[in-house]
């Protein structure tokens, strides 16, 4: 898709309106955005557009993070389900789950944070003080994101609940 292409359907999009969501969620906009432009979804670490652009999506209203990418190969130090078991807590469907923010200067509320080994050009995810859950080469960390997010199409999309009759579907607008 040229960009030409890509501006021309995102018009196409937005002049049809709301759109219901195809996915319920924080998901739903980008996998609907997707499908409507005819991307398939994947999680691969090349751009979605023609292996030159990524496409990242969001509902106005949202306060939901975006993931920029994910690189999770090799990088745990113990079973990542032990980590779950260990650090995690029972979501909204009764399973152990581990999904947190974490930052450099303080811990999160599951004691982990981020740690940068200047020494060894690692970031390594650490509970307490020291023991080291996960570790990214910096390196690598940097060149999947230049790869990944070189050339970045953002859209934003107004929400509204759509009416009973939809059974409260929350339909999609994209803004261009």
């Not at 790869?147 to 994209?174: H, M, N, Q, W």
Request: hydrophobic fraction near 35%; include cysteine.
């Amino acid at each position: 898709m040229t960009y030409i292409e890509i501006i021309k359907r995102l018009k196409g999009l937005k002049d049809q309106g709301y759109i219901s969501s195809l996915r319920r969620g924080p998901t739903g906009i980008g996998y609907t955005l997707e499908t409507m432009l005819g991307l398939g979804e994947t999680n691969i670490s090349v751009p979605d557009i023609g292996g030159r652009v990524e496409l990242k999506a969001s509902r106005r209203s949202s306060s939901s993070l975006i993931t920029l990418f994910t690189f999770n190969r090799a990088v745990w130090q113990l079973p990542q389900k032990e980590v779950i078991e260990s650090y995690g807590y029972i979501d909204e469907n009764g399973r152990k789950s581990l999904y947190c923010t974490v930052w450099s200067k303080t811990q999160n509320s599951q004691g982990l944070s981020i740690k940068v080994d200047r020494d060894n050009h690692r970031l390594n995810l650490i509970h307490g003080r020291k023991d080291v859950l996960a570790s990214w080469d910096i390196y690598v960390l940097v060149s999947k994101l230049i790869s990944k997010l070189g050339k970045v199409l953002f859209v934003i999309a107004d929400s509204r609940v759509a009416e009973k009759i939809l059974r409260s579907s929350t339909l999609t607008r994209p803004v261009c």
